[in-house]
T-cell receptor, first 112, second 113 residues
Framework: GQNIDQPTEMTATEGAIVQINCTYQTSGFNGLFWYQQHAGEAPTFLSYNVLDGLEEKGRFSSFLSRSKGYSYLLLKELQMKDSASYLCAVSGPGSGNTPLVFGKGTRLSVIA | GAGVSQSPSNKVTEKGKDVELRCDPISGHTALYWYRQSLGQGLEFLIYFQGNSAPDKSGLPSDRFSAERTGGSVSTLTIQRTQQEDSAVYLC???????????FGSGTQLSVL
């Protein structure tokens, strides 16, 4: 089975940096996804990590440590529009279109 | 289409009635997934289609839930004899073969009174 943990809620200030952590225990692992979901909207893809290390994409970066079962999403220069839920999801075991297993999401509130 | 389309966007029904939820995936996406999202809960996997067949139905919570996909495109999720605990947002997603990156629809908000 798979177990994914991430904080339920976080609050950060506009312009600041926030790190959202995700830990997982899985019976098989291909890679880790981060999705953003604004209230009442569809989740949208942010990042995908397969190898250890940091992947940077503009204001957003995602880190993975496979040996530790740990990932984080780093958001820099926070903007009010970044207020949303951030979903950590694990793929695997198996190959191809294995259904993703999602954590419960972290609701981020950005305040002025 | 440009994105994954789901209908209806909202559905209110009475306990015991049957409901059908529809999903139109992105054109050319062979894989289609149904998830359920309840308040305060994560996305719960229900069923996955590769083409018209469903290799993984492990997430369907009871035999009241069923799904089909025809023509490798549109999928319908049917819930029979709805119960109040079925109230949730039902999300559909699609992806290309061999690609685990999912594209989600906006979901159907189901409310069972």
């Amino acid at each position: 089975g798979q177990n994914i943990d991430q904080p339920t809620e976080m609050t950060a200030t506009e312009g600041a940096i926030v790190q959202i952590n995700c830990t997982y225990q899985t019976s098989g692992f291909n890679g880790l996804f981060w999705y953003q979901q604004h209230a009442g909207e569809a989740p949208t893809f942010l990042s995908y990590n397969v190898l250890d290390g940091l992947e940077e994409k503009g204001r957003f970066s995602s880190f993975l440590s496979r040996s530790k079962g740990y990932s984080y999403l780093l958001l820099k220069e926070l903007q009010m529009k970044d207020s949303a839920s951030y979903l950590c999801a694990v793929s695997g075991p198996g190959s191809g279109n294995t259904p993703l297993v999602f954590g419960k999401g972290t609701r981020l509130s950005v305040i002025a | 289409g440009a994105g994954v389309s789901q209908s209806p966007s909202n559905k209110v029904t009475e306990k015991g009635k049957d409901v059908e939820l529809r999903c139109d995936p992105i054109s050319g996406h062979t894989a289609l997934y149904w998830y359920r999202q309840s308040l305060g809960q994560g996305l719960e996997f229900l069923i996955y289609f590769q083409g018209n067949s469903a290799p993984d139905k492990s997430g369907l919570p009871s035999d009241r839930f069923s799904a089909e996909r025809t023509g490798g495109s549109v999928s319908t999720l049917t819930i029979q004899r709805t119960q109040q605990e079925d109230s949730a947002v039902y999300l559909c997603a699609s992806s290309l073969t061999g690609d685990e990156k999912l594209f989600f629809g906006s979901g159907t908000q189901l409310s069972v009174l």
